[in-house]
């Protein structure tokens, strides 16, 4: 943290006083306004953000609880003294720039809920997250009248292990002659390395994280809630008047299956249990360390619920269940449901089919137009899905976000194959809908399915001719294949055999292509072995390809993790 984002305004401050006058007034600017600020200023305009702005912005409420909270609220509250009296404001922000904490206070600062640039325009604590390194902006670099008088440091707060950018601290005060570094740059500086050593320290305890995972899911209320990792247990009183020994036992068993397996989890609750479980994992950095049930009563006489049969996409393998149960759950409610996975994993058929036979408006950000336009001007009340937000442009995305912003209840379907890393405001959406995202898997993680996934994906045959059937062989070999395209990899194999063989009888493993027929030299794994595979690499990438601290890791000796990656070697 050493590094500092430039800060232009404190080199010409008068001459960028009235750079920002003319912007404002839409006449010529100067020469010489630093191409950064002149960006950020029309970023805000974008936005719609008011520059004479006189409240704070009502922003999305605060949360009660957070790791990063709980890490940071006992350092701030014991460097929140050296601000002194009146002098500065200090501040701490989540990885969407919503206000978590603040202390201090100093003339022409308001409290405000978050630092966004859509709700605010331009500032420091923005910059130093885009950026992920200390960012300073001062008086009149910033967009809003009432922050011409402010100069502010941020500093970005890093998980200690992942490096991914979790929030950030900022030191505000009111302007000062002087030139970079703020006079409290090394406050801020400090106060995140502290923040972050306790981050650290949090690290090596699974349990806070339970523990933090399992106030969260309660939120203060009367919710049955039950938090387990296979060794400890947090029941909510209402969890416990609800769940029978049985239930218990088997949640225990949901939760070591999802901490060894890394893998979304459902609930095989006993018959006659009397309610009904919604699981969401608990992971600390990329590993899950255990699950956060809440419980529903059901009555007794009311089948479970299922997913409806999709026509070209069958399947009823655990994954596929349970990334359809949940997508079926989360498109109930009139809210944005993302949908991500691998390309041709079926997102786009799984949104047709969740928003029914009516209506739909189909858009492609992957093809020509103007996408932000169609997106402003899309039809209310209609339901919209919205392909390949990864391909969105940096105008389409501000575009969607403030359509969220402003219409939280939009009937929206959003399809993202994950692939390069996405910018700052990709991610600010992808934030956003963290929590109605559904990661659908990919068809080598469910090579159950592809026997049901043949019979559908093959076209009706013309009268009198029999359907497209297939040998042992062949069957034995398309179960085996990784399909690193997926369902659509799958059906364009079917297809081309439907069009163009001349034989009759079922399809032989010789006529399937050769990257097909030829087939891995390994025998197909189990599910569990699957999860073990998944498992050994993850703790081998933790531990850079160690593989006496991997072994260590697992609780295996070195020789049993060298024959285990023996075996599944290819």
Not at 131 to 143: I, L, M, S
Not at 249 to 254: D, G
Request: charged share 25%; hydrophobic share 40%.
């Amino acid at each position: 943290m050493t590094t500092t984002e430039p800060s232009p305004a404190v080199h010409a401050r008068p001459p960028l006083r009235v750079a920002r006058e003319r912007f404002l007034a839409g006449r010529p600017l100067p020469d010489g306004v630093p191409e950064e600020v002149l960006a950020a200023w029309r970023r805000a305009r974008f936005f719609g953000v008011p520059h004479d702005l006189k409240e704070p912005v009502a922003g999305p409420p605060r949360p009660v609880e957070s790791a990063l909270l709980g890490a940071a609220r006992p350092v701030l509250e014991r460097i929140a003294p050296a601000l002194g009296t009146g002098n500065s404001v200090l501040l701490l922000t989540d990885a969407r720039l919503r206000v978590l904490w603040t202390s201090g206070s100093t003339p022409g600062i308001a409290p405000c809920p978050g630092l966004s640039e859509q709700e605010v325009g331009h500032n420091s604590a923005a910059l130093a997250l885009r950026g992920r390194r200390r960012a300073e902006v001062h008086g009149p670099e910033h967009f809003l009248d009432l922050w011409q008088e402010v100069s502010a440091v941020s500093v970005p707060v890093l998980a200690p292990k992942s490096g991914q950018a979790l929030g950030t601290l900022t030191v505000a005060s009111h302007l000062r002659g002087g030139r970079p570094p703020h006079p409290q740059a090394a406050l801020a500086e400090a106060a995140a390395a502290a923040v972050e050593a306790a981050l650290l320290a949090r690290a090596g305890r699974p349990e806070q994280v339970l523990l933090d995972a399992y106030l969260r899911a309660t939120r203060g209320e009367s919710r049955a809630v039950a938090a387990l990792d296979g060794r400890n247990r947090l029941i909510s009183a209402a969890a416990e008047r609800l769940a029978t020994p049985e239930v218990l036992r088997a949640l225990e068993r949901t939760a070591t299956t999802a901490r060894h397996s890394n893998a979304p989890a459902i609930a095989e609750l006993p018959e006659g249990a009397g309610c009904a479980a919604r699981i969401d994992l608990v992971r600390q950095e990329d590993a899950v360390v255990g699950i956060v049930a809440v419980l529903e009563p059901r009555d007794e006489d009311t089948p479970r619920p299922r997913p409806r049969p999709l026509p070209r996409l069958a399947g009823s393998s655990l994954p596929w269940r349970y990334a359809v149960e949940r997508a079926a759950e989360l498109a109930r409610s009139p809210e944005p449901v993302l949908l991500t996975g691998e390309r041709g994993t079926g997102k786009t058929a799984l949104a047709r089919e969740l928003l029914g036979p009516g209506d739909v408006r189909l858009l492609d950000a992957a093809e020509e137009g103007r996408l932000e336009r169609d997106l402003a001007e899309r039809t209310a009340g209609l339901p919209l899905v919205l392909r390949h937000a990864e391909r969105l442009t940096q105008p389409a995305v501000a575009t969607l976000n403030s359509l969220l912003d402003t219409h939280p209840d939009a009937r929206l379907l959003i399809t993202h194959t994950p692939g390069t890393p996405p910018g700052p405001c990709l991610q600010r959406l992808l934030d956003k809908l963290a929590a109605r995202t559904v990661v659908l898997p990919p068809l080598r993680e469910r090579t159950e399915d592809v026997r049901e996934l043949l019979a559908a994906l093959a076209p009706r045959p013309a009268a009198g001719t029999p359907p497209l059937t297939w040998t042992l062989d062949a069957l034995r070999a398309l179960e085996q294949h990784p399909w690193p395209g997926n369902v659509t990899e799958l059906a364009h194999v079917v297809q081309a055999l439907a069009e163009h063989r001349r034989a009759s009888g079922p399809v032989r493993r010789a006529e399937l292509p050769d990257t097909v027929r030829e087939g891995p030299a390994a025998r197909p794994l189990s599910p569990m072995e699957h999860a073990e595979r998944a498992a050994i690499l993850e703790t081998l990438h933790r531990h850079g390809g160690n593989k006496s601290r991997a072994a260590a890791a697992l609780g295996i000796a070195r020789a049993t993790l060298y024959r285990k990656l023996r075996e599944y070697e290819g």
